[in-house]
């Protein structure tokens, strides 16, 4: 997803922070996939270049799905005051568990290419338009999900939506019990795997929740 994603929660950030809704490498309308190279590294690299450029060191960092999962490597990194993910990626049981979950996406990106998806939702019009998913699938099965982490001081939240489809809780987000030690696991009832889209203000909430408690 691009960017658009979050429009519909920005206006309930932006009256509490300065907001920075970058696109990720390889996603409709960012930066370049940098050539020669896969993996999440060099997506993380690429956020931490368009905090240098606004001028922060650390910042409350936000992400759904793969954001969701750079949002906590930026906190590994130290670049991150607070951390709320949203169904982060990254993690699964089990082979047949990461096997569905490559079929989800072909089956979404097979979808957004057949004619005219791309005018029926902003979301398959991302989806086409994505380059960054076979790196970084080729990359996670040579090197498997996320390395497990302590947050220490940071304020960490991972919400998981109760309908989210895409990445299950319970073959996904359960990992996060042991993965992340001292992150606050919560769900959200009513929404699925973008729930940006789906109620705006819980997720306005359950962000601001933690950066301006």
């Known amino acids: 997803m691009s960017w658009h994603a979050w429009q519909p929660v920005l206006a309930g950030l932006q009256a509490h922070h300065e907001v920075l809704a970058p696109t990720l490498a390889g996603h409709r309308g960012g930066p370049a996939w940098p050539a020669g190279r896969i993996g999440i590294g060099p997506l993380v690299e690429a956020v931490e270049e368009r905090m240098d450029a606004a001028g922060w060191e650390r910042a409350h960092v936000v992400g759904n799905s793969l954001g969701g999962w750079l949002a906590l490597e930026l906190a590994r990194r130290g670049r991150a005051s607070s951390v709320v993910a949203f169904s982060p990626a990254g993690t699964w049981t089990g082979r047949p568990s990461y096997h569905l979950l490559l079929a989800k996406l072909r089956l979404i990106a097979g979808i957004s290419r057949l004619p005219g998806a791309a ?8 989806a086409r338009a994505c380059t960054a998913l076979p790196p970084l699938v080729r990359w996670m099965e040579q090197h498997g999900p996320m390395a ?30 042991t993965l992340v030690p001292g992150a606050e696991l919560v769900r959200l009832r009513g ?23």
């Open 148 to 177: 497990p982490f302590d947050v220490g001081g940071v304020p960490t939240r991972i919400a998981w939506p109760l309908h989210d489809r895409t990445i299950p809780w319970r073959h996904h987000g359960v990992v996060f019990r």
């Open 191 to 213: 929404v699925g795997h973008v729930p940006m889209t789906d109620d705006p203000s819980l997720v306005a909430r359950t962000i601001l929740q933690v950066t301006s408690p």
């Open 119 to 126: 005018r029926l939702s902003p979301l398959l019009a991302d």
